[in-house]
């Protein structure tokens, strides 16, 4: 009998522990210097660690961290929260904009990224090892234009490594594909790499969105066709999209059968979105946003689904 595990920042829990799981979250970044936001350094150990205790108390159990390599990824910090605060993190390994790109690896070869990223999910740094790869971006457009997008040379050799590394340590995939809609074009890469397209989740499948529900459909349903995951991952940013409009959309995916392909997150990277400082916290999904997708006559059932069950099946390797 296989037992099925999930590699958090503090080893190895069985699968069904992992809960009601946040599946796009940064606890500890800073965007600022790419940004010019202050409010993008989230730096601060004790801070956060006060922040899961609203995360708890709502439900949550688990949250999924993708901030890559460039932009402040640090994993000995996040097993601090996780210990401090008893939230099972699961910490991605990735690259993100080409203008966040470590220096070393603007040359690296395809092989290098791979051995790279097998490196942290099998190694890890200060014994904590990545449960997964992501956020692996591409870079954003102005417009919604699927059928056009193509990755840049430097981002097709990071998702080619990640294909690579995936298919060596089982692990999932998680993408930055926010503003131009970049989740088919990613998805070609990666098949053609030879990726595991049921452990793919596309990032940030609520960027943007359309008075005609069927251009977004037209988005979503092929990658939920071709086995990957849709992420609306965006909960709370509404100057890209007003929630009763995410709302709208999961409940028509749930209503065509897809509940067991979306994942859900609010992407919160700012100190103004936390609680402390009177932002909506890593809870908001509970407070604000499950009651309008109740309304919208999705179930609890398939509430679990998206918070608990797909999260679980996307992470979980067998020993």
């Avoid at 296989?2 to 069985?14: A, C, F, K, L």
């Avoid at 956060?48 to 993708?66: K, N, P, Q, T």
């Avoid at 298919?167 to 074009?185: D, M, N, W």
Wanted: charge should be negative; include cysteine; hydrophobic fraction near 40%.
């Amino acid at each position: 009998m296989h037992q099925s595990y999930i590699t958090t920042v503090r080893g190895d829990i069985p699968a069904d522990q992992l809960g009601a799981t946040l599946a796009h979250e940064h606890l500890y970044c800073d965007i600022s210097p790419f940004s010019g936001r202050p409010d993008n350094r989230i730096m601060d150990v004790p801070l956060i660690a006060a922040e899961m205790a609203h995360f708890l108390r709502a439900g949550g159990r688990s949250i999924i961290e993708v901030t890559p390599d460039g932009i402040g990824r640090n994993a000995p910090r996040l097993r601090e929260i996780s210990e401090r605060s008893g939230v099972h993190i699961v910490s991605g390994i990735a690259f993100y904009t080409e203008d966040t790109y470590p220096e070393w690896m603007r040359t690296a070869s395809v092989d290098q990224l791979a051995d790279y990223f097998v490196q942290q999910i099998e190694v890890g740094e200060e014994g904590v090892r990545a449960g997964l790869i992501g956020e692996i971006a591409s870079h954003n457009e102005p417009k919604a234009n699927a059928a056009g997008y193509r990755l840049h040379e430097p981002e097709t050799r990071v998702f080619l490594a990640a294909a690579k590394a995936q298919r060596k340590t089982g692990v999932a995939i998680s993408t930055h594909a926010s503003l131009g809609r970049a989740g088919h074009a990613q998805l070609d890469v990666l098949e053609k790499a030879g990726a595991d397209l049921t452990r793919v989740v596309i990032g940030h499948c609520d960027a943007h969105w359309h008075e005609d529900e069927q251009l977004d459909l037209d988005y979503y349903l092929p990658i939920l066709g071709r086995g990957a995951i849709c992420e609306f991952d965006m909960v709370g940013w509404t100057m890209l999209a007003p929630d009763e409009i995410r709302a709208d959309r999961i409940a028509t995916l749930c209503r065509l059968g897809h509940a067991h392909r979306i994942m859900l997150a609010t992407d919160t990277c700012r100190l103004s979105q936390l609680h402390q400082n009177g932002g909506r916290g890593y809870d908001f999904i509970w407070n604000f946003f499950l009651p309008l997708l109740r309304q919208r006559g999705v179930t609890d059932a398939e509430i679990h689904t998206m918070l608990v069950d797909v999260p679980r099946t996307v992470l979980a390797r067998n020993l």
